[in-house]
C-alpha cells in the first residue's frame, strides 16, 4: 500500500474531500468513554483531526513515512510509522495495550489491509464493553448529465489498472468481510450509504482524478489516463476552466462493536 500512495502524497493532500463533521459525531455518541481513537492508514490524517474534534487522544498509524510527512497536525494527534515489520505484540503495546482504544476509523484505506491481522489487532485494542470501529471509503462521483458520462468512461478506462485489493472498494464495500456486532451505521453485507459534497473547479476534479492509484499504475505501465485530450474533454462537459460546480461523492460506511 505504500508504495501505491508515496508519489503522489503531496496530490492526495490537497485533492481528497473532508468528511462530513457529523459523521464523526455520530460515531463518537456510540462510544461511552472518549480517552483513545486509533485512525489506521491515516494518510494525510485527514479523518484523525475530525476524530480529534471528539476523543482527548488521536493515534494515527500509515506504514507510508511519505504520507505522514504530509499529515496535518493537530494537538491531540499523535502519528506513528508503523511499517510491516511491526509484530501484532509489539503494535498492541505501541497503542498502550489490550482494551485501550474506544474508537477506530478507517478512512478509504481498509480494503488494502490484511484483514484477518487488522480484525485480530482491533479485536485485541479496542475497549469492552462499548469500542467501536468504523470502516468507509468512497469512489464514484456525480455532477451534471453533460459531465458524468465522461466519468464512467474514465472508471471504465481505470480497471485495467486497479489493484486487486481495491475491488472492495469498487463494489461499495458490500463484498468486504466485517466480522463485528452491527451499532447501526452499517454491517457487513450491508453498508450505509452516504454523501459527501464538495464544490471545486475542473481542476480541482482533475487533481482529485490524478490521486487515484489506478492512475499512477497506469503511467508506470505507460498509459496516460488523463491525457491533454481526455482533460480537454473533460473541460468542455464541465463548463469552463473557471466554472464552479457541486460534486456529490457516493460513499459507504460499515460499523460494529467486537462480538462477546
Do not use: C
Not at 478507517?106 to 470502516?135: C, N
Not at 488523463?226 to 459507504?252: C, H, M, Q
Amino acid at each position: 500500500m505504500a508504495g501505491l500512495f508515496d508519489k503522489q502524497a503531496e496530490i492526495y493532500v490537497d485533492a481528497r474531500p473532508t468528511y462530513p463533521t457529523k459523521w464523526y459525531s455520530k460515531l463518537a455518541a456510540l462510544t461511552p468513554q472518549h480517552s483513545l481513537a486509533w485512525d489506521v492508514g491515516t494518510g494525510n490524517g485527514q479523518a484523525a483531526l475530525g476524530v480529534a474534534e471528539h476523543y482527548e487522544q488521536v493515534i494515527g498509524t500509515d506504514i507510508s513515512e511519505n504520507q505522514l510527512k504530509h499529515a496535518k497536525q493537530h494537538p491531540r494527534v499523535k502519528y506513528i510509522h508503523t511499517p510491516l515489520s511491526l509484530s501484532d505484540d509489539e503494535f498492541v503495546t505501541l497503542m498502550g495495550g489490550e482494551n485501550s482504544v474506544d474508537l477506530v476509523t478507517v478512512a478509504e484505506a481498509v480494503h488494502w489491509f490484511d484483514l484477518p491481522k487488522f480484525y485480530s489487532l482491533v479485536t485485541r485494542l479496542l475497549r469492552k464493553p462499548g469500542g467501536v470501529i468504523a470502516v468507509w471509503g468512497y469512489y464514484g462521483m456525480v455532477v451534471s448529465t453533460t459531465f458524468d458520462p465522461l466519468i464512467k468512461r474514465f472508471r471504465e478506462a481505470t480497471q485495467p489498472f486497479w489493484d486487486p485489493r481495491a475491488h472492495h472498494l469498487l463494489d461499495g464495500y458490500r463484498t468486504l468481510p466485517f466480522p463485528f456486532e452491527s451499532v447501526g451505521l452499517g454491517s457487513e453485507g450491508e453498508p450505509l450509504q452516504l454523501e459527501m459534497q464538495q464544490r471545486l473547479s475542473i481542476e480541482g476534479v482533475v487533481r482529485m482524478m490524478r490521486s487515484y492509484s489506478a492512475v499512477t499504475a497506469a503511467k508506470h505501465r505507460g498509459v496516460d489516463l488523463l491525457s491533454e485530450g481526455v482533460i480537454k474533454d473533460l473541460e468542455s462537459a464541465w463548463g469552463g476552466p473557471n466554472k464552479i460546480r457541486t460534486v456529490t461523492y457516493k460513499a459507504f460506511m460499515l460499523s460494529g462493536r467486537v462480538k462477546l
